[in-house]
């Protein structure tokens, strides 16, 4: 499975970034494939595997990891600009682009692809009560701190999170969806899950941008470090502490270790916040972790064999 998932991931990639050099497709065609999977594709992966958890102590620290690990990037990163003397909006961008990672968009494909579809559920837990949550009160509170607007209260984020197509999956999906629905809902369910995985890598293809001017190449080599390597190893001595069995502690490692989010990156270009370095997070952690990931597999395979 993981090798047919790579080999769809690159084409799909390749694909992307050849379409998007022509004008084949409108110029917005990349947030118009990012809506059909925020409003289709994920709704539908959260129905899909939301009902088959099984309630145990483990999974309250699936969902605390990643807002331990945003603690570790404020102290990291805190680190790093004093150290390197990075400006004040690489240091807000790194805040956001490290501590919160692709755990949806490409989390939920590539937990799936690499640990197989069961780990798929401890990958709903981890975005759902953490990386989402944090991205609707510390993603907006961060953007509106570094960039002079007013922070949010606590009605915007409320409805932010209202708004959001999924938190509403994950609400049926812990009261009214069954684990076994009937066929022909659970078919349908996993034909547009599936379809997230290769929709999401055209619409990364259409909008990558690698270029970065060089004064930006030091955050941009610190944040990739960061959030490709030092986060996911702080996240397996984590996994280990609170007693999380094999598929759980690879899925909660796997997902700590996955690239910037998008939207987190959009939502700082929107302020105006290093607007190039949230691109090229965005971009070059990618097409990295297309090497990053199976290593971490690999070696959880090893240590945790």
Not at 206 to 220: A, K, N
Not at 236 to 248: R, Y
Request: charge should be positive; glycine fraction near 8%.
């Amino acid at each position: 499975m993981a090798l047919d998932a790579f080999a769809l991931i690159l084409a799909m990639l390749a694909l992307g970034m050849a379409m998007g050099r022509t004008t084949l497709l409108p110029d917005n065609a990349s947030e118009v494939l990012n809506l059909v999977v925020l409003y289709v594709c994920l709704p539908a992966a959260v129905l899909l595997y939301v009902p088959r958890l099984h309630l145990q102590w483990s999974l309250l620290g699936m969902a605390l990891t990643p807002w331990l690990l945003m603690g570790a990037t404020w102290l990291l990163v805190g680190l790093a600009a004093r150290l390197w003397k990075f400006g004040r909006e690489q240091y807000a961008v790194l805040l956001l682009c490290v501590g919160l990672g692709n755990t949806s968009f490409l989390g939920y494909p590539m937990v799936r692809a690499l640990l197989g579809e069961s780990a798929v559920q401890y990958a709903v837990v981890y975005d759902q009560f953490g990386t989402f949550v944090m991205l609707s009160t510390l993603g907006l509170y961060v953007c509106a701190r570094y960039s002079g607007d007013a922070p949010p209260g606590p009605r915007q984020v409320a409805l932010r999170i209202a708004r959001f197509p999924p938190a509403w999956a994950l609400l049926l999906g812990l009261t009214l969806m069954p684990a076994e629905p009937p066929h022909w809902i659970g078919a349908g369910l996993q034909r547009l899950a599936d379809a997230m995985l290769p929709l999401v890598m055209l619409a990364v293809g259409l909008s990558i941008r690698l270029r970065l001017p060089r004064e930006e190449l030091g955050p941009l080599a610190t944040g990739l470090a960061l959030k490709l390597v030092v986060m996911p190893a702080i996240a397996l001595p984590l996994s280990l502490l609170f007693g999380m069995p094999p598929l759980m502690l690879r899925a909660n490692v796997l997902e700590s270790a996955m690239p910037t989010m998008v939207s987190v990156a959009a939502l700082a270009m929107a302020h105006g916040l290093a607007p190039r370095l949230c691109a090229g997070l965005v971009g070059y952690g990618i097409v990295v972790c297309l090497a990053t990931l199976p290593a971490w597999v690999w070696l959880l395979g090893r240590f945790h064999g």
